[in-house]
């Protein structure tokens, strides 16, 4: 809510307010999407899951099938490299040229690069650097190593892959017989001590270790061909068999999540009816405010309340501010500010202009409903109007005044308890008989500042609270009292008591009424002296002497002890 002063601070706060509102707009805006992407995440995730999966599992495929289409080519190139490193020697047994002999050494490194890269991936912990610079070594592109060595470390020890890597294995053996063979044959063709037969024999040894490297190139091809396929073969079926696995649960998934919120969207229709019921049933209006994106719902019945239609109020909260009464604005803003920082309770009476023009009371309720931070997010609450309450509360204002008045103009001393006997209140009369002020009075029990005695006997009177309450009818005590004030002395009383009831008629309390009557009871006694007594002599008069005398003979014990 904002409101535009007239004064330079004013236009300021108003300005700031307006750039929060946007602020919080510009939040609002967010929290909606982010809200409404985590709800379609939870209504996709089972086929977001399905789709991440078959995604990774064929990454994994086409990474195998990859690697071992790495193999393929470094088999056809070690098998080149083979038949030019042997070709080679022999023609360098033929012609003695050291150049056959350098292309020898060229053609045979490839077959040996390989070998140092698989002796070093048999290591526990290897080193890659060697790896990588053995296959680069055999022509391998640098970009399908990272597959090939996976698929040694990871797959080595499976059944087919073992084949192929034995058969590598075997392989190397007789490539490191073909080095030795070809290390002799240089010797001699060095030495000049390459006779006929020796070169012969050279020769033999070296066809005959090309001879059992052949059918190893071909078993090693053929193997990698058939752990090719039969890894083709697996793959396709492990990626049918998670479809299939993976579907189907996806399918019960969804199924359970439609399920749900399908329970949900009629429990939402059951609570949005038991809204409504409670909604035209109440004699309130209702009203919704969305602080992140300043949108705001006022119910029909709020704006009957006003007097007005529905489409006779914009739902906006200027619209609610500008009825308010202009002296009472900034203490509903007040009163606002201090729920939404200090979390004080949102309960507050204003006058709001309805329709005709007049001002009516309405009390407005509200909560709101916060983040883990503590900041507000919404608030909603009620309205309902109280005029007829404030009316009602000013008559029995005036009517108590007037009792008060009352009260403390009469002539009659007054004090109230409540059932318990506790002091509710002392009339300046009763103050001034009984020597307590009211504030000192309030909440003492009675006998502490009525003591009331008879005047014959002294002794103390029943309680007249108690008695009330029991008989539950006024009463009037006897005559003959007195009343003992704060300082000692004592007066003459007369008093009555009455209960007190509400609407019900149950009794909440007794009021007592009592008077100084000293002045009558003086008058009374000198009545009396004067109608026995004669005036002149102050003796007694007539059938008042003989009455006097007739009692003194009558009683000897008093006349012997008036002799006496």
Known sequence: MQVIYRTGKGVRAANDETRGSFRFSLRGALVEVISLSRRLVLIIWPFLAIVLLQVLLALASLDILSSGRAYVEGQSIWSKAHKGAVASLLQYAETYDEREYGEFL????????????????????????????????DGNHPDDLPGAIRLYRFFGNVSYMRRVIDCWAEADNWISELVVAATALHHHIQSNAAGAELLLADTARIKSISDHITPLNKRFSYTLGQATRKTKFILLTLNICVALTLVPLGIVSSYGMIKRNRLFEARLR?????????ITGTNDGVWDWNLLTHQIYYSPRLKQLLGLEDHEMDNTTAAFISRLHPSERLT????????????TPYDAEYRVKVKSGEYRWFRVRGQSVRNADGRALRMAGSISDITDRKLAEAQLHAEKERAQVTLESIADAVITTNTLGLVQYLNPLAEALTGWKLADARSLPLQVLFQVLDETSRSPIADPVEKVSREGASVQLSSGLVLKRSDGSEIAIQESAAPIRDR????TGVVLVFRDVSRER???????????????????????????LARWFAAPANRSADTQ
């Open 106 to 137: 060229k053609a045979i490194s490839i077959p040996l690069g390989d070998r140092e890269a698989r002796l070093e991936l048999d290591k526990p912990t290897p080193d890659y650097a060697v790896v990588i610079d053995g296959f680069i070594r």
């Open 270 to 278: 059951s609570s949005e009816e038991r809204y409504q019921l409670a």
């Open 332 to 343: 509903a803003f007040g009163a606002l500010r201090a729920h939404l920082k200090h979390f």
């Open 504 to 507: 019900s008629g149950t009794i």
């Open 522 to 548: 003086q008058l009374a006694a000198k009545l009396k002296y004067q109608a026995t007594h004669d005036a002149l002599t102050g003796l007694l008069t007539g059938l008042n002497s003989s009455n006097a």
